[in-house]
């Protein structure tokens, strides 16, 4: 066993299975989250469960954080039962979750003033990155601090790049997000095509695989599509909130995105016809709809 203790903060589709990967490699880890009920497989591994991220810092070396949204990380944080109220010098704070690099920037500003430090990694790779450890780990901060945690971030994914400034990993995510949004889009609406022209579509999908269009998402979430499965691996309500926050932070910057903001578009349908806690590949439904109703 491990010596260092770990705190871990928000046990959703991500969070969970990155915690258990830590757990697994030998650390003591402390979890807290909203629902208890979400951390059950962590404690029945042996994870010992707080009521509060203040009850989690009190007891940790290092805390990582995986929520929802940006009030999350702020409440996690800054609360009266958040970390830093429970934290103390010469802590770690890493938030992996996706969220504006404001934010993160404000956490490692105020970590300063506690000689607390903080670096904001998010990552991409979905559930299956989670599960597998293969995420793509993107960090922002100090670089020995970011050394400091590169062991525990070869235990979460297949790489861990440091990216510069303390919010660097969180605009990283942003070219990230804004990349996959116009890559969704381009697979679903290749497999609507490809269904309406009558093509056997694993066979299509074997196809341009090989070719330039290969990709990560054809890789995994195209065969999800094709066999009905809409859970997620994202959340479809997240994937917009990322949407949101790219195109905030290219507006500080005068840039038009024309093709995120329409993908945003089409995301913000399918939240409307009910699939927000859906997987991003549920953007196919809310394709296959319009058309339909288009054909009436």
């Known amino acids: 066993m491990n010596n260092i203790k770990i705190g871990w903060i928000g046990t959703g589709v991500m969070g969970s299975s990155m915690c258990e990967r830590l757990i697994d490699a030998g650390y003591k880890c402390y979890v807290s989250t909203r629902t208890k009920s979400k951390a059950d497989k962590l404690i029945e591994k042996g994870a010992t469960f707080y009521k509060t991220p203040l009850k989690v ?7 990582f954080t995986m929520v929802g949204f940006p009030r999350d990380v702020e409440e996690v944080y800054f609360s009266d039962t958040g970390l830093f109220a429970g934290g103390k ?4 704070f ?8 404001s934010i993160a920037k404000s956490i490692y500003e105020y970590g300063k003033t ?15 990155g989670a599960k597998t450890g293969t ?35 969180q605009h990283t995510k942003m070219a990230n997000q804004i990349t ?10 290749a497999l609507l095509y490809s269904s309406r022209v009558g093509l056997d579509l694993n066979t299509m999908l074997d196809t341009i695989k090989g070719g330039a269009a290969a990709c990560w998402t054809l890789d995994n979430l195209a065969p999800r599509i094709i066999k009905e499965d809409f859970e997620p691996g994202f959340y479809v309500d997240h994937f917009v909130k990322d949407m949101k926050i790219a195109l905030e932070e290219a507006e500080k910057e005068n840039l038009n995105l024309p093709t995120l903001k329409l993908v945003e578009s089409l ?19 809310a394709l296959e709809e319009m058309n339909k109703k288009e054909k009436e």
């Open 57 to 63: 810092a009190r007891e940790c070396d290092i805390v």
């Open 89 to 92: 010098p010469g802590m770690i």
């Open 94 to 101: 890493c938030d992996m979750t996706t969220t504006k690099p």
């Open 114 to 128: 506690q000689e607390i430090e903080f670096i904001d990694a998010p990552v991409s790779g979905g559930d299956v």
């Open 135 to 169: 995420l793509s780990i993107m960090a922002g901060g100090d670089p020995l601090i970011f050394e400091k945690l590169k062991p525990f971030f070869d235990i979460l994914g297949k790489s861990a790049i440091y990216e510069g400034y303390s919010g660097a990993g």
């Open 180 to 189: 996959i949004a116009g890559i969704m889009g381009g697979v679903c609406e």
């Open 267 to 285: 995301y913000e349908q399918v939240q409307k016809q009910g699939y927000g806690k859906k997987g991003t590949q549920a953007l196919f439904l």
